[in-house]
């Protein structure tokens, strides 16, 4: 594998009940087909797969690969309390067909603990084991340059979703320590995503709501028109901030796919609550002096 590019942060549909949704999300993997991202990231933290029952899981998975078109690759998220439930998901996830595992570190600050964890699941399946460095939401837990580099030098885990502020140090050093066997991902709503691949990420894993504009963005940089890039990244990135707000990130998410026509309902399992109207029409307005509309697919 040599992955680049767009990959989605997917968030998993519901129904107004609180049921796994599986046409919406048949919906949701078109669209990704059709707007021409590189891949999908499902069951991540924004996919609340903490939130999922062991056989809903399954559901997603399978719904994901039977849309998905030819070239699309699916990585799944890996969130569990000890290292031998996230080996039993990333099995399930290889034998399902994903084409790698995107796992959140167990939550002990020690690097052997760390490493250790990975490790674990590494031998145990033969696709990539990616590492899910997010402080914030994983109980504060702190992967270093030099632990993530000896974990990419002994081939336990080779991509890195990177989100721990502030990225493009960390990027920058993770890099130079990793001697060229690690590949790093952007994160964090997109909201650094042009400064992260001008410092050697190899792309952006990202919830927005509208990878249309990451897709742009990532195409004019790689085809060496970083003016371009880095003019269309300044048009969004008021959006992109506003959109990423801890807290209402997920609604404001959930409620795009659905005026988009994608979701049926925009609904979050307990214990998130919703977001106020105001709120909502407030993002709306921000959506709007973006430029931006809810047609699918979106002309930009």
């Known amino acids: 594998m040599d992955p680049k590019g767009v990959y989605p942060i997917l968030p998993t549909p519901f129904t107004d009940d609180g049921k796994v949704d599986l046409e919406s999300m048949e919906r949701l993997i078109k669209f990704q087909n059709e707007v021409g991202v590189n891949g999908v990231n499902i069951m991540g933290f924004m996919g609340e797969s903490h939130k999922l029952a062991n056989a809903e899981r399954k559901d997603i998975i399978n719904v994901t690969m039977d849309t998905k078109r030819d070239g699309l690759e699916v990585w799944v998220g890996i969130r569990t309390m000890g290292t031998m439930g996230a080996v039993e998901q990333a099995i399930e996830a290889e034998a399902l067909g994903a084409d790698a595992v995107f796992v959140a570190p167990v939550s002990i600050q ?168 105001y709120t909502i029409d407030e993002f709306e307005r921000t959506i709007a002096r973006a430029g931006l509309s809810f047609d699918v697919p979106l002309s930009i």
């Open 110 to 277: 020690n690097d052997n603990a760390i490493y250790a964890h990975y490790k674990a699941i590494n031998d145990a399946v033969n696709i990539p084991v990616a590492l899910h460095d997010l402080p914030d939401m994983f109980d504060a837990i702190v992967m270093s340059p030099e632990l993530i580099a000896r974990m990419a030098k002994d081939d336990v885990s080779n991509y890195i979703k990177l989100e721990e502020i502030p990225t493009g140090p960390k990027t920058s050093k993770t890099l130079a320590l990793a001697d060229g066997k690690m590949g790093v991902f952007g994160g964090l709503g997109a909201m650094y995503m042009l400064e992260e691949m001008e410092r050697g990420a190899k792309g952006i894993m990202s919830g927005f709501s509208f990878p249309e504009v990451l897709v742009k963005i990532y195409n004019l940089f790689e085809t060496g028109d970083r003016e371009g890039a880095a003019e269309c990244f300044d048009k969004y990135v008021s959006l992109l901030r506003y959109e990423f707000q801890p807290g209402p990130g997920l609604a404001f998410r959930k409620h795009v796919y659905k005026k988009r026509g994608i979701f049926t309902s925009d609904y979050i399992r307990p214990p998130t609550g919703p977001v106020d109207q």
